[in-house]
């Protein structure tokens, strides 16, 4: 069965940093695209960042998150991780980690999901 199991959610001023983390389980996701979406009440499931484990861990960001957000993976763990700096009060949602099917910034390209883990930045 695949799992993905997110951490790393909680409460943090604006300006503050939080790393959430993604441990996948069920088949090797070593071919995979794996990607983090977040989605505010109300508003709609919104690409963050992805990682291509297969091409030298290549990465790619939203425009909202770049310079800001680092994603990164521990292939021995079967980890992936969401660094969060300068973080904005904007930036609150429930974070969703992603993996399987083709992957890229739209969120039905995606097979495997968790459960996802709260964000709320406080101004």
């Known amino acids: 069965q695949v799992q993905l199991d997110e951490s790393g959610g909680g409460l943090v001023q604006a300006g503050g940093s939080l790393r959430l983390s993604c441990t996948a389980s069920?088949?090797?996701?070593?071919?995979?695209?794996m990607g983090w979406f977040r989605q505010a009440p109300g508003k709609e499931r919104e690409f963050v960042g992805l990682i291509r484990w297969m091409i030298g861990s290549s990465t790619y960001y939203a425009d909202s998150v770049k310079g800001r957000f680092t994603i990164s993976r521990d292939s021995a763990k079967n980890t992936v991780y969401l660094q969060m700096n300068s973080l904005k009060p904007e930036d609150t949602a429930v974070y969703y980690c992603?993996?399987?099917?083709?992957?890229?910034?739209?969120?039905?390209?995606?097979?495997?999901w968790g459960q996802g883990t709260q964000v709320t930045v406080s101004s």
């Open positions: 069920g088949r090797p996701f070593s071919r995979d695209v």
């Open positions: 992603a993996a399987g099917g083709r992957g890229g910034s739209n969120w039905s390209s995606y097979d495997y």
